[in-house]
């Protein structure tokens, strides 16, 4: 976990460190008033087996993820729509707007924490790995190993305060649209190495049929919790309701269903992508 979270665990004591993280109940009268019987959610949609696009059922997401959101919210009496609404950098423009009530995983950074409560726990923890293609290793221990190297990942992609911040002052790394594209780049030697979680890049490249292509650097460049978070902007953003759901979360991840989930999902995402 990087210093950030560290940090931000270690102010909140006892049992309710499972509740929420910097959260402002900058909506709790309206919650009072109107109680909020549906949840807009979104996600990065380039990130199986969490989320991905639900091809049977065009403009919402699927996987590990919103299920256990969906087993969160149920019993409070609460229904979520865990919505496509374009890529990873829109979705978080309009949590920063709130347009949509929740993001459904995201990493901890300054700039998200001024307009999204994070609930804790995590979803769960995820490396981040180096990603190059078979017989083009090289030597990779410290961040600064990638210093003159060509990089690329999705636009508006976190990897922890920490990297983030190095990177920026540091490396060479481009944004895109899609992970897809980076992969591509890399095959055709536009950048030298690919930015992407140990999980979601396994269940892509076995999706893209060119997993025998790429090999992810033993030492991961971060190791992150993945959460929940509410827009402060959300009219149904209450200090109530992210108690309830994170007593809740609290109760699954702890008992071990939210990693049940990532791996009933990969299968399906593996089962689903031949």
């Known amino acids: 976990m990087s210093e950030l979270n ?20 900058l909506h709790a009268g309206a919650s009072e008033e109107r109680r909020c019987s549906t949840l807009t959610v979104s996600g990065n949609p380039e990130y199986p087996p969490l989320l991905w696009r639900d091809e049977d059922n065009p403009g919402y997401l699927i996987g590990a993820v919103p299920s256990l959101l969906k087993e969160i919210t149920e019993p409070l009496g609460i229904a979520v729509e865990v919505r496509d609404i374009g ?10 707007q709130g347009e949509i009530d929740m993001v459904a995983g995201a990493f901890i950074t300054s700039e998200r924490i001024g307009y999204m409560d994070y609930l804790l726990p995590p979803i769960t923890h995820l490396p ?4 190059v293609r078979k017989g083009q290793e090289f030597a990779y221990r ?11 990942t999705l636009i508006n992609n976190s990897f922890g305060q920490n990297f983030d911040r190095y990177a920026e002052q540091n490396l060479s790394i481009e944004g895109v649209r899609s992970i897809e594209q980076s992969f591509q780049m890399a095959l055709v030697d536009r950048v030298d190495y690919v930015l992407y979680e140990v ?6 490249l076995e999706y893209l049929g060119i997993a025998d292509q790429f090999v992810p650097l033993p030492t991961p460049v971060s190791r992150e919790g993945l959460f929940f978070t509410f827009s402060k902007a959300s009219s149904c953003n209450s200090f109530e309701l992210r108690e309830l759901i994170a007593e809740r979360l609290y109760e699954l991840v702890n008992s071990g269903r939210a990693n049940e989930l990532i791996r009933q999902y990969k299968s399906t995402y593996s089962e689903w992508s031949r």
Do not use: Y
């Not at 890529?87 to 920063?96: D, F, I, L, N, P």
């Open 87 to 96: 890529s990873w950098a829109r979705v978080q423009h309009m949590a920063r």
């Open 128 to 131: 981040t790995a180096v990603w």
């Open 6 to 25: 560290n940090v931000l665990l270690s102010v909140i004591p006892g049992l309710f460190a499972c509740t929420l993280v910097l959260a402002t109940p």
């Open 199 to 204: 999980l979601q890049g396994e269940v892509k």
């Open 142 to 152: 410290h961040w600064p190993d990638l210093v003159g190297k060509r990089g690329s």
